[in-house]
């Protein structure tokens, strides 16, 4: 279970968890790895980084910061990818329904998670957003964040349960374009329908690039005010005279 513990890092001083909350990615420190060009990529399956092996079986936090193009485009384009339809994860942006998704699949492509995010007009229209997509290798499952606010976790859309902890197969990656031969999908080993590459549809910042932290599973919260933590305390105390 995903458990927050930022606030109590604030209250004893330490915490341990292999989620990592954050009120902005700065709270990560520097990417494992940076990647500022758009293509295709070696596969993530088997690759060790920052002192992190098998980097497609472990917590895994992306970032990337994208401008979001309004029209009629109903192809799935293709933000990044990784893997295939058996075992694979992709961020993708509709342009017609103005939604940014994360598939993930895996169970040799017969099990399927999904999360989406209803991107706003204001947001559409508002320039760069940053979006966050972080892998939790415990819960087998991808949560989705736009503008440090969550859209949820990938939920099993097929009858069969996700139980292979990889996000990512042996095909090739890609940034901006379909990168592998098979894009995580629809399951039943089926490819991402109507997938495409990014083209005009939306623009990657490159100067941020795709940031990966590996071994991380990031978990955006609110960052209490001091007031409020102190607030916190006095109803604490208040609480422990009237146990009394």
């Known amino acids: 279970m995903k458990t927050s513990i930022l606030l109590s890092a604030f209250l004893i001083g330490t915490a341990s968890s292999a989620t990592v909350s954050i009120s902005s990615l700065d709270d990560l420190g520097v990417p494992s790895e ?10 993530y399956a088997g690759r060790s980084l920052d002192g992190v092996t098998a980097v497609h079986t472990k917590d895994a936090t992306f970032a990337v910061s994208i401008d979001f193009n309004a029209g009629v485009n109903a192809n799935n384009g ?7 339809a058996t075992i694979g994860s992709t961020l993708s942006y509709n342009q017609a329904a103005a939604t940014v998704s994360v598939h993930h699949s895996t169970n040799a492509g017969l099990a399927l998670g999904v999360v989406t995010h209803q991107l706003t007009l204001a947001q ?61 999908g629809n399951g039943g080993n089926g490819n991402l329908l109507s997938i495409a590459n990014l083209e005009d549809t939306a623009a990657i910042n490159l100067v941020t690039g795709l940031r990966f932290w590996a071994g991380t599973d990031a978990q955006f919260v609110a960052v209490p005010e001091p007031s409020s933590i102190i607030l916190l305390g006095f109803a604490s105390l208040l609480a422990m005279r009237r146990r009394r």
């Open 34 to 43: 940076t990647i500022n060009t758009l293509g295709f990529m070696p596969t």
């Open 124 to 184: 559409v229209a508002g320039g760069n957003l940053e979006v966050v997509w972080a892998y939790d290798a415990s819960e087998i499952d991808f949560e989705l964040f736009v503008d440090g606010v969550s859209s949820g976790t990938t939920v099993d859309t097929t009858e069969v349960a996700r139980t292979q902890n990889n996000w990512s197969g042996g095909n090739g990656a890609g940034l901006g374009v379909f990168g592998g031969n098979f894009a995580a």
């Open 78 to 84: 293709v933000i990044w990818e990784s893997g295939g």
